[in-house]
T-cell receptor, first 112, second 115 residues
Framework: KAGVTQTPRYLIKTRGQQVTLSCSPI?????VSWYQQTPGQGLQFLFEYFSETQRNKGNFPGRFSGRQFSNSRSEMNVSTLELGDSALYLC???????????FGPGTRLLVL | GESVGLHLPTLSVQEGDNSIINCAYSNSASDYFIWYKQESGKGPQFIID?????DKRQGQRVTVLLNKTVKHLSLQIAATQPGDSAVYFCAENKYSGAGSYQLTFGKGTKLSVIP
């Protein structure tokens, strides 16, 4: 079974632009969570989607948003990019009512 | 606030020796913990988990110990190999309601294996 996939793997943007990242969960997994990883803050929870609905949200500004499609694929969007948004963005999926989350390889975003 | 933290940022061990990576947590209500391994350029990889009603759980070459009295867990890797070199994270999986779980990660320990 294929793992979690994320596209693109690398991205360079400039301040003020917006970006959309994509995540395809493991087949059969309907829950998708997003995390931001930076050297200073470590891994931080952004939000979780299940059945096309945001079910949980971390402590990030409204510039960070996401959505989930009927096939469980998810996208996250960051608008008005700031230098501090440079990070590795990780997506994880899990089965319904199963706690173990499996991560994708991440999208490395660099904001210049 | 509640957090999951690590005692040591780096750990160097000789190939073949055992490794012990420690983690402290502060939320006494936590009931599920996970260890992840993250290699350079990759996402975190699930290693082993443990529930709060257990003290010990063993996997292949790995053992996780949980001490609820002092809110501490550790990951033991037997016969450490070069391929074990990575950053190891402990994470607390907290139920957030409506079937949702949220991982809170520690800062990570970088394990370097000396050949």
């Amino acid at each position: 079974k294929a793992g979690v996939t994320q596209t693109p793997r690398y991205l360079i943007k400039t301040r003020g632009q917006q970006v959309t990242l994509s995540c395809s969960p493991i087949s059969g997994h309907r829950s998708v969570s997003w995390y931001q990883q930076t050297p200073g803050q470590g891994l931080q929870f952004l939000f979780e989607y299940f059945s096309e609905t945001q079910r949980n949200k971390g402590n990030f500004p409204g510039r960070f948003s996401g959505r989930q499609f009927s096939n469980s694929r998810s996208e996250m969007n960051v608008s008005t990019l700031e230098l501090g948004d440079s990070a590795l963005y990780l997506c994880a999926s899990n089965l319904d009512n199963q706690e173990t989350q499996y991560f994708g390889p991440g999208t490395r975003l660099l904001v210049l | 606030g509640e957090s999951v933290g690590l005692h040591l940022p780096t750990l160097s061990v000789q190939e073949g020796d055992n490794s012990i990576i420690n983690c402290a947590y502060s939320n006494s209500a936590s009931d599920y913990f996970i260890w992840y391994k993250q290699e350079s350029g990759k996402g975190p990889q699930f290693i082993i988990d443990i529930r709060s009603n257990m003290d010990k759980r063993q996997g292949q070459r790995v053992t996780v110990l949980l001490n609820k009295t002092v809110k501490h867990l550790s990951l033991q890797i037997a016969a450490t190999q070069p391929g074990d070199s990575a950053v190891y994270f402990c994470a607390e999986n907290k139920y957030s309601g409506a079937g949702s779980y949220q991982l809170t990660f520690g800062k990570g320990t970088k394990l370097s294996v000396i050949p």
